[in-house]
């Protein structure tokens, strides 16, 4: 009996070697390299082209691959006739390889944050009906404190969010409404109203609560559709049994709205430095019934198996303290 536990338990340590080996044999730092040529050629479907991104011969990275292949144990990709492709192995060790590079990028983050140095990157996913003011203004402040740190924004729909996130192409998302999925993790979540955009001489029955049979014979701006937000007013609209009358769509109300001259009514997500710039272009704005729309929540998105960098968190931090801050 003792001699077959040590059997099951050295197959075991066998069977778990390879990770163990590539986390503790030689220099780190060379793994990593390798963890990059992986990321990249999975993003890129092909070693020929994956190489010309990164300056070594096709030979060369093949060679570095299948040398990684045999370290470890596993055959990472599958050659096709055109291009390469994920093995069933292969997913398992790229979801390992992202979330070693993205835990040395957070430690160096930290290191930089130690050292005075403050720099970093923040990669940002936004629906698209948060793209506005309120973000805008947070990164121009952002990076006015910390003028360092780099950050790229990327506008998102739900499936792009879980994706990019998954595989590591942004850090967090700014989104309305999210599906929650098993690969998504909510860090915040705060409800807004949806608001209707009305000329300001068009007459309200309730400035508390807009119906939607108020606006029926109106000309409207719709969101574009496959939105949260477009999903949201066609639902309740359904469920109402009312058509909105729509010849134009658009995921920027108000710049839209300025160029058609006060003839049109839309709806907005807004925060509170919105407001005054809808009330200077001759628009109000007025909230829609909740016993008809129902209530809708922004949230802050992470993947399940992420870890925030230090820059990001920071960002984070500072958003939700000015959203705290207002009354939206």
Request: aromatic share 10%; with cysteine.
């Amino acid at each position: 009996m003792r001699c077959s536990l040590r059997q099951n338990l050295y197959s075991t340590v066998v069977f778990f070697a390879p990770v163990s080996i590539l986390l503790l044999k030689d220099d780190y730092m060379r793994h990593l390299q390798s963890f990059k040529y992986v990321k990249l050629i999975a993003e890129i479907g092909s070693i020929r082209g994956a190489a010309e991104s990164c300056a070594i011969s096709p030979s060369a990275l093949n060679r570095h691959i299948q040398n990684l292949e045999l370290d470890i144990g596993i055959k990472i990709f599958d050659r096709l006739n055109v291009g390469v492709r994920l093995s069933t192995e292969g997913e398992l060790f790229y979801q390992f390889a992202l979330l070693q590079l993205r835990g040395f990028e957070r430690l160096q983050s930290q290191i930089n944050d130690i050292k005075g140095l403050q720099t970093g990157i923040i990669r940002l996913g936004v629906s698209a009906e948060l793209n506005g003011v309120f973000i805008n203004n947070q990164i121009a402040e952002f990076q006015k404190e910390y003028p360092q740190i780099s950050i790229q924004i990327k506008v998102v729909d739900q499936n792009a969010m879980e994706n990019d996130l998954s595989s590591n192409r942004i850090d967090i998302a700014f989104f309305y409404q999210p599906i929650l999925t098993k690969n998504l993790n909510i860090i915040n979540a705060f409800e807004i109203k949806v608001h209707a955009v009305l000329p300001e001489n068009l007459p309200v029955k309730n400035p508390n609560g807009l119906m939607f049979y108020e606006i029926i014979d109106q000309q409207i701006l719709l969101p574009l559709k496959n939105t949260q937000l477009r999903n949201k007013i066609d639902g309740a609209c359904a469920k109402l049994g009312i058509s909105l009358f729509t010849q134009l769509e658009s995921n920027d109300p108000l710049i839209c709205l300025n160029l058609l001259h006060n003839n049109r009514v839309s709806f907005c997500l807004p925060f509170q430095d919105e407001f005054k710039q809808y009330t200077d272009a001759g628009y109000k704005l007025v909230p829609l019934s909740a016993k008809e729309l129902g209530v809708g929540y922004v949230n802050f998105v992470t993947s399940s198996r992420g870890i925030m960098g230090v820059a990001t968190q920071r960002f984070f931090q500072k958003c939700v303290k000015e959203i705290e801050n207002m009354n939206i």
